[in-house]
């Protein structure tokens, strides 16, 4: 068959296509699960010429492996970068960006609102081995210029971040950095492609926790790491994967290739039904704050609406009013959610089933409270990831629990 150019093709032609060959022992159409550590050379001279890199081939899967690489190479396809490595995690992407790319002496800018474990690495983890960090609020460009220094090297942050959903301009962050050596790394979790393209905004590497939207079926712990060649086999060779063995399993890629193929119809449900239940919430009574990229109320809703491609993510975050039924906003949130029968009181987020979590608990637990404090998050913040459930059952959901204060 003559080769299929994938170049000009739709998002969902590639991610169906890209990486994915039909296997030469057999002609098996789904990517086989290539369950086996090592590989055997045909000689000595072979295994030699494997490990120099002088014919390719695959030595250990540690370091590589051709069910994990059809992963990879739908990645970076999807994501629109040179090459891509998987982790296995996506705090084990996180990992290894920094280690990979940073070394003692470097300073790092890092959003001030990001994952719990994120913010635990960065700001904890990484000044014990002599890399400055500063947290800068990233969605203000001018911050961001300012806290520049001549040994700045990096520039983290998530957009949406988890759980403010507040927004950085990806293309004005790009700028402002111009032709420095600085690498703007974006972790992409919350707004997976068809949302939003960091690479092409300007950014050098775009991470995942493919644990989410990318797999999208909550069966697999797993991240991706995308950007230029040079770049991806520095983290892979230096960082965490291959050197210090976060490297994602075969059985893992293998579930993620699924998932990967039906990525565009997933989150496109995903996001439009959470923009109609962050309109219901909106409208509710009860309701105080409903952070939403989607929505016109929402403060960085410019930024959406240039960066986000008519999509705004599956994941919204809100505060219920003070005093409802005598109760704190802790209370009143309590409340609600136990009493929501549909979705599950669980962190992750990006499953076909609606999961709701506390973040001041769970997923920021490990935060200080002061740092907690700084990111906005309040014992009354409550998150919910709408599911590819119907929309109106979601929303049924939520009308019957906020019912109960
Ligand atoms: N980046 C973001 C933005 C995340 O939300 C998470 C996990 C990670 C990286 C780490 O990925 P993992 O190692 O778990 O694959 N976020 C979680 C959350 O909000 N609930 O549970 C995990």
Do not use: W
């Not at 490595?85 to 705090?91: F, K, Q």
């Not at 913010?119 to 002599?130: E, Q, S, W, Y």
């Not at 995903?270 to 239940?277: G, K, M, T």
């Amino acid at each position: 068959m003559e080769e299929l150019d994938l170049s000009n093709a739709g998002f969902t032609t590639r991610a169906i296509h890209a990486g994915q060959e039909p296997d030469p022992a057999y002609g098996a159409l789904a990517t086989p699960i290539y369950q086996t550590s090592t590989f055997c050379f045909d000689s000595m001279e072979d295994g030699i010429a494997k490990f120099e890199g002088t014919i390719p081939g695959y030595v250990y899967s540690r370091g590589g492996n051709p069910t994990v690489r059809a992963l990879e190479l739908k990645m970076a396809a999807i994501e629109g970068g040179e090459d891509c490595v998987a982790t296995g995690s996506g705090m084990g992407a996180v990992g290894s960006v920094m280690i990979g790319l940073l070394q003692a002496g470097d300073h790092v800018i890092v959003g001030d609102c990001v994952y719990g474990c994120s913010n635990v690495v960065i700001r904890d983890v990484l000044p014990k081995f002599g890399i400055e960090v500063t947290p800068v609020n990233t969605g203000d460009l001018d911050a961001v210029a300012a806290a520049i220094k001549p040994n700045t090297k990096m520039i983290y942050f998530e957009t949406p971040t988890n759980p403010m959903m507040r927004l950085t301009d990806i293309a004005g962050v790009a700028q402002v950095v111009g032709e420095r050596d600085i690498k703007v790394v974006v972790d992409n979790t919350f707004a997976p492609p068809p949302v939003q393209y960091p690479l092409a905004c300007g950014a050098d590497i775009v991470l995942h926790s493919v644990t989410k939207y990318l797999n999208g079926h909550g069966d697999v712990i797993a991240g991706v790491i995308v950007g230029s060649a040079d770049d991806i086999a520095q983290i892979k060779n230096i960082g965490v994967t291959k050197t210090c063995g976060c490297f994602c399993s075969p059985f893992d890629a293998f579930l993620i290739i699924r998932g990967l193929q039906t990525l565009e119809l997933r989150v496109r449900r995903h996001c439009e039904s959470a923009l109609a239940v962050a309109r219901f919430l909106e409208s509710s009574p009860a309701i105080e704050r409903v952070l939403y990229p989607g929505l016109e109320s929402f403060p960085d809703h410019a930024i959406a609406k240039k960066q986000m491609n008519g999509l705004y993510t599956g994941i919204l975050s809100f505060e219920l009013k003070d005093g409802l039924g005598g109760r704190s906003r802790f209370e009143a949130g309590k409340q609600v959610v136990n009493a929501m029968k549909l979705a599950h009181v669980a962190v992750s987020l990006g499953d076909p089933a609606s999961l709701v979590q506390h973040p001041a608990s769970m997923t920021h637990h490990n935060v200080s409270n002061e740092v907690k404090a700084s990111m906005g998050i309040t014992d009354g913040i409550i998150r919910y990831s709408v599911g590819l459930e119907d929309t109106d059952d979601i929303i049924a959901d939520l009308k019957q629990a906020l019912a109960t204060l």
